[in-house]
């Protein structure tokens, strides 16, 4: 049996050898490049995160601020808040009083009133329905300090009679069978506020109790007939 040599190798010419070092160079380049890519993703990522919590957390002091400023503006704005007083001199009768519990001026602007029977305070409209409204005030406005009052309503024992169209209207409302409410809201100005956050509104009601000797008046009705704005 005759044995065949192997084939000689082939030489590795210089230039293949270079083309091969050269590919082998180009391909640690690029993994390296890899590397390095995925580093700065990794790196961008992080900081758009961190960007994202920073613009979080100052959208929240924003917030926060803009909350204390708003909270800043209502403790300095007036605000008028509404009071039953009996008069001194004249049994059963009484006067809602306005006062500026505030810390600046206020400006009386308009104010509005009705009166109503109803069984109880459920029975009234669910929106405030005025009749009575007055904006003729005198040349010289009525302006409140801090701590100032102005009358916006009297009523008294007498004035039930005018209401009651009969002897029976009466009785049903000594006996509590009807109720009398007086309501009605005063707008007013605040005088160091940029005009379009100047006007305010304080709504009112009251319920009369009119017994077989005496009287009283307190507040009442339903929260809609006693907001602030």
Not at 8 to 19: N, Q
Not at 88 to 101: L, M
Not at 115 to 123: G, N, P
Not at 126 to 147: S, V
Request: glycine content about 4%.
């Amino acid at each position: 049996m005759v044995s065949i040599p192997a084939p000689a190798p082939v030489p590795w010419k210089l230039h293949d050898r270079i083309a091969w070092a050269a590919n082998l160079v180009l391909a640690i380049a690029g993994f390296i490049g890899i590397i390095l890519a995925l580093s700065t993703l990794k790196k961008i990522e992080r900081q758009t995160r961190a960007a994202e919590v920073a613009a979080e957390a100052a959208a929240r002091h924003a917030e926060t601020s803009l909350l204390s400023a708003q909270a800043l503006r209502d403790a300095e704005r007036p605000w008028l808040l509404i009071s039953v007083e009996p008069s001194p001199s004249i049994a059963n009768s009484f006067t809602v009083i306005a006062t500026n519990r505030g810390r600046t001026p206020a400006q009386v602007v308009s104010t509005a009133e009705q009166i109503m029977i109803a069984i109880d305070e459920s029975r009234l409209s669910r929106i405030p329905e005025y009749q009575n409204e007055k904006t003729d005030f005198p040349l010289a406005p009525i302006i409140l300090l801090p701590g100032e009052s102005t009358a916006i309503k009297p009523f008294c024992r007498e004035d039930l009679k005018g209401l009651c169209q009969s002897d029976e209207a009466l009785r049903r409302i000594e006996d509590w069978e009807d109720k009398v409410y007086l309501f009605g809201k005063i707008v007013y100005k605040d005088l160091i506020e940029r005009p379009d956050k100047q006007i305010h509104e304080t709504a009112w009601c009251c319920w009369y109790i009119h017994g077989k000797g005496t009287s009283g008046l307190v507040i009442a009705g339903p929260p809609n007939y006693n907001q602030h704005t």
